[in-house]
């Protein structure tokens, strides 16, 4: 099993940047792929990028994709999420995940959970 924490949201202003972290523990960090997702007041939990065991590979959602870099330190047990020129719309709670081996974009497909951090952006 894996434990998953997440840090590092908050209120900015469109166009601003944040960087979330989500620090694991438990057995074999480096044999989990691992998400983010997020989730909007109203609106379903989304897929907003993965990558895989190495980190050699990454997933992004069309929505983000040039504007968030997904990355992560394998000898330091995190994953990172750093997000660039945010806008209004990325606003929701932020969630990284876990799921053994092959990465996938469904939330369905991962099995460990963090509670989540807020990303508030301002107009």
């Known amino acids: 099993q894996v434990q998953l924490v997440e840090s590092g949201g908050g209120l900015v202003q469109a166009g601003g940047s944040l960087r979330l972290s989500c620090a694991a523990s438990?057995?074999?960090?480096?044999?989990?792929?691992m998400g983010w997702f997020r989730q909007a007041p109203g609106k379903e939990r989304e897929f907003v990028a993965a990558i895989n065991i190495s980190g050699g590979s990454t997933v992004y959602a069309d929505s983000v994709k040039g504007r968030f870099t997904i990355s992560r330190d394998n000898a330091k047990n995190t994953v990172y999420l750093q997000m660039n020129s945010l806008k209004p719309e990325d606003t929701a709670l932020y969630y990284c995940?876990?799921?053994?081996?092959?990465?996938?974009?469904?939330?369905?497909?991962?099995?460990?959970w963090g509670q989540g951090t807020q990303v508030t952006v301002s107009s």
């Open positions: 438990g057995r074999s960090f480096s044999t989990y792929v």
């Open positions: 995940a876990a799921r053994a081996f092959i990465l996938l974009r469904d939330a369905n497909e991962y099995d460990y």
